[in-house]
């Protein structure tokens, strides 16, 4: 602190200014706070299994279970019962469906579209957000096709394409592409508008690092064991900011409705510029390697389960976020509904 800055201090303490005044009591507390968690700011992610009554726990996600889609169906509607507006959809395909080209993706028929379906047919009021991908799909766990090593991105944005025609058509409302190749947004945009999807939103995941963060989820998806390398020449660098942020901007040129920054916590910084520049909405993945921890610390005795569920969540609403994926939404939504 600078002798001036001291003295200035000073003045204000003796003018009367406590910082402490407004923190006396819940009630002082409760009549200033700047933002607010709800139920609406929750988006919750599902991962669906093939099969009937069947449900399968994911070791590396404590509390998180793969559901057949008729599970998949009644959990829907508990969220909906609970004011949750929206399901992130992902498949765990079969593991003979994998191949190198990943034709299943666009597959009518695939899990991802009947569990689409079948939501849509019982729950209609609940928003649907499809993943477009090839990592659930490959044998090679990447998110596009492969030639040798390299990953293809006009090829892959092709097949990205009718992989999305299929979920809109089956009743997606958003569709999410998460793979990060170029260009897609535009093309997935002209592809939808020319199918009479015009309403279909477009959430992009815009900046999307490359993170360990995402472990505990390619175990849920299958895809972990499979996946050879990395993805860094498709996934952000973690040193990159403006990259980023000159991500987010394309998206946005290309149509994107909304955008997404992933993983959540450790990037709060890109949400909050992202809100800043452009306010549209921001949305933020909280991923699966950051909910194991909060479960794994909290097995452990290391921390209180709840209040870092919420403070976590808190703390993505105070970045900036309009909303979050989170595999506590569930857990959230009956905490708040108290
Ligand atoms: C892949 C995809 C990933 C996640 C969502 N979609 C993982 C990856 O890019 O390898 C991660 C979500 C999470 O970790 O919870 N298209």
Redesign the pocket.
Known sequence: MTQQNREKADLDFLAGKRMRRTRQAAWSRAMVQETDLTVRDLIW?LFILDGENSRESIATMPGVERLSIDLAVEAAKEARDLGIPSLAL?PCTQNDRRTEDGRESYNPDNLMCRALRAIKAEVPDIGLIA?V?L?PYTSHGH?GLMDGEVILNDESVAVLIKQALNQAKAGADIIAP??MMDGRIGALREALDNEGYENVILLSYAA?FASA??G???DAVG?GARLKGD?KTY?LEPFNRAEALREVEQDLLEAADWVMV?PGMAYLDIVREVKDQFDVPVFA?Q???EYAQIEFAAAAGALDRQAAMMESLIAFKRAGCSGILTYFAMDVARLLQK
């Open positions: 992610p992902f993943d991908a990592d998110d998460s793979d999307k963060f995402y505990p989820f390619r895809s993805k996934q992933k993945y991923v699966s390697g």
